[in-house]
């Protein structure tokens, strides 16, 4: 299977896999059966799944059934065990996310794509941790070369669906368009895109002279975000407001790219599911994308903002932000028997990159979450983003 050309996947290839963790609560004997039949289902209906890739002649190639296995069951650790509350439902919203970090380091640590592309490793694995009779955690890897949040979110739903018992909607790999999405809008000239491709000089200085990366995850306060919208403009969305809050947090970025989801434009209003990666990186003007209403005017344009020509010293330094948002498409795990008390993506999608990255995403059905690696000595967190988080 052809994924695509390896110059418009380098971002993708040099990117963490895109991966999550969920803490679970209730009880269920049958749980490690019923998820591997579930599981292996899965992969049946998407042989992609199975795969492993590598490059050749600058484009990057998939070869299916590589790979048999693809739930991993742990046991607890002693540590987690120990320090396990005797019901999750004992604990506030941020307990449970403390703990659920704790139990992280007891699961694997995601490859970053350059690694998947040389060594031939799997795109797609689940892991089940029992840490007591009613208490688990389920953590789900999908390799960013072969799809993105949405693909990542539209698998679990098909995972949810066949351990219901029922019928999941199919995705489509093989869309012709997914193999002509370009990372970067059509909007940009080729010396636009040449200072863009310098942003890989700039990740390798922050990566070998930049400040070590941790992950800080934060719970946003929905009802201070809708105050802020109608304070700010009603048309406004929680989207807006988060990255133009970060916008005049962050410190030392000269620009901010954010990622826009472009699958209606791909058929995915014609009724078909299309999987792959079909985002691209929307880069604004740091100081431009302080304010929100510039974010909901120009977002949809897909081009840069402020200036005629994408400057290059910001690329080449690595003086960069990037935000995602998770939050439109998630799709919880949905285990009969079982609730979701927190779900949280892995702290390697931000540890591992060497440049400002942060994840909005739903810490509940009903709680947004905000991760980032951004360093606190480059973060401040007393105006905007301080008052929307709790």
């Not at 351990?163 to 193999?179: A, I, M």
């Not at 020509?309 to 948002?325: H, Q």
């Not at 947004?368 to 973060?379: E, F, K, Y």
Request: hydrophobic share 40%.
């Amino acid at each position: 299977m052809d994924v695509g050309l390896a110059a418009t996947y380098g971002a993708i290839n040099s990117s963490p896999t895109i991966s999550t963790l969920t803490l679970l609560s209730g009880k269920h004997e049958m749980l490690e059966a019923e998820l591997r039949k579930a599981v292996d289902a899965l992969v049946d209906m998407n042989p992609v799944l199975s795969g492993r890739v590598w490059q050749k002649d600058g484009r990057i190639l998939l070869e299916t059934k590589a790979h048999e296995e693809f739930l991993r069951v742990y046991p607890a650790p002693s540590e987690a065990a120990q320090a396990a509350p005797a019901s999750l439902e004992e604990l506030d919203l941020k307990s449970k996310i403390r703990f659920l970090e704790a139990v992280e380091v007891s699961l694997c640590s995601p490859m970053d794509g350059r690694f998947t592309l040389g060594h031939g490793s799997q795109v797609f694995l689940v892991e089940l941790m029992k840490l007591k009779e009613d208490m688990w955690v389920i953590g789900i890897h999908l390799s960013h070369i072969v799809g993105d949040i949405q693909t990542f979110y539209d698998l679990v739903e098909q995972l949810n669906a066949l351990l219901k018992g029922e019928k999941p909607e199919p995705l489509v790999w093989d869309s012709d368009w997914r193999l002509k999405v370009d990372l970067f809008p059509d909007s940009l000239s080729e010396r636009d895109r040449r200072n863009l491709r310098w942003g890989i000089l700039g990740w390798l200085c922050q990566k070998l002279c930049g400040p070590r990366r941790l992950c800080h995850v934060s719970v946003l306060s929905k009802p201070q975000l809708e105050e802020k919208k109608k304070e700010l403009g009603e048309r406004l969305s929680s989207n807006d407001l988060v990255c133009a809050a970060l916008s005049r947090a962050i410190r030392g970025s000269d620009i901010m790219n954010l990622a826009v989801n472009l699958r209606k434009r791909a058929g995915q209003a014609q009724g078909q599911r299309v999987a792959g990666n079909f985002w691209q990186t929307v880069a604004l003007d740091h100081d431009a994308a302080k304010d929100p209403q510039t974010i909901r005017q120009h977002l949809p344009k897909l081009q840069f903002f402020k200036t005629d020509e994408m400057p290059f010293w910001p690329y080449a330094l690595g003086r960069y932000s990037f935000v995602t948002n998770w939050t439109a498409c998630t799709r919880h795990l949905s285990i009969p028997g079982l609730t979701v008390q927190c779900h949280l993506p892995h702290s390697n999608f931000l540890k591992g990159t060497p440049t400002n990255v942060a994840v909005i995403f739903h810490v509940d059905a009903e709680t947004l979450g905000l991760s980032h690696n951004v360093p606190p000595a480059s973060l401040d967190t007393t105006g905007l983003l301080g008052a929307l988080t709790l």
